[in-house]
């Protein structure tokens, strides 16, 4: 059963009488949960604001978190969730912090003689409950969007565009080139060709494990753009065994120049802008 507003000023004056007392105590469980992460000061604070914004909500606002008397309350546990989940807390730990008030409740009772009938009881763990479920469901949101966020940087990160002559951009691929990955991979080479300048691409599959017709797939896809933006686009990498799965699964690359390695790759490029290649070093002068 839902605590009444009854049942929330008997909880709030019973919090308000012995505030000390229970801060104290909330606090002293909750620093021994997280075993020393946070600063005994610090867990105080955090306490200190929880305990007044209980308070503050009253009896209407505990009878119904939802309501706008309880809005300081969301508030307060919304920013104690998005911060221990930032903080890399696990949810049990951060939901450990508002279930303590039970006990602190339970050893109130038992200690200093405040007498709680057992409606009592089950209304304020039911409250501290719900409390709980409100703090975990905003760390999950936030740990979301924090695992969101990460995904796109490695996004960013995994599909460098570097150019490697005048003239000439290199996209070197490593590992699975999903859909989302391929939107950055061409999303990433349109824009350098805007910025560099480039009439030549080259895209290394080097790194790629395996080629299926998905990935030949976007990667055609790639070498379309870059051409409707006036670059040629060599593919680079394509050792025996992704040749082999090609020819097995019939994908054709066209007229579009493959290559073996990037330097290879790279010699085809120069060749073409008149710039002369040998695959020889240069004799030293003794």
């Not at 059963?1 to 709030?12: F, P, Q, S, W, Y």
């Not at 867990?43 to 008397?69: C, F, K, M, W, Y």
């Not at 699975?176 to 691409?201: H, I």
Request: glycine share 8%.
């Amino acid at each position: 059963m839902a605590l009444t507003a009854d049942g929330g000023d008997r909880l709030v004056g019973l919090l308000s009488e012995h505030g000390e007392r229970v801060v104290q105590r909330w606090t002293e469980l909750v620093t021994a949960s997280l075993r020393g992460r946070l600063s005994q000061a610090e867990l105080r604070l955090q306490v200190q604001e929880l305990h007044a914004s209980i308070v503050n909500a009253g009896g209407a606002g505990l009878a119904d978190l939802q309501t706008p008397e309880a809005g300081e309350l969301r508030a307060v546990l919304a920013d104690l969730s998005r911060s221990r989940a930032r903080q890399s807390f696990t949810a049990t730990e951060t939901a450990i912090s508002i279930y303590a008030l039970k006990d602190v409740l339970v050893e109130l009772a038992e200690t200093d003689g405040v007498e709680l009938s057992l409606r009592d009881i089950l209304d304020f763990t039911g409250l501290v409950d719900r409390m709980g479920l409100l703090t975990f469901e905003t760390y999950v949101q936030t740990r979301e969007g924090l695992i969101a966020d990460q995904a796109e940087q490695l996004l960013e990160l995994s599909t460098p565009v570097v150019k490697i002559w005048d003239g000439v951009v290199a996209v070197p691929l490593v590992g699975t080139l999903d859909s989302a990955r391929a939107q950055v991979v061409m999303e990433r080479l349109l824009q350098t060709l805007v910025d560099t300048g480039s009439p030549y691409a080259i895209i290394d599959i080097t790194g790629v494990p395996a080629v299926d017709t998905q990935v030949a797939q976007h990667i055609l896809k790639t070498v379309v753009a870059a051409r409707l933006m006036g670059a040629d686009c060599i593919i680079s990498g394509i050792r025996p065994q992704i040749a082999q799965t090609i020819v097995a699964l019939g994908i054709e690359f066209g007229d579009i120049a493959t290559k073996a390695s990037l330097a290879d790759a790279l010699r085809h490029v120069l060749r073409l802008t008149g710039v002369e290649t040998s695959r020889r070093h240069p004799r030293r002068e003794v």
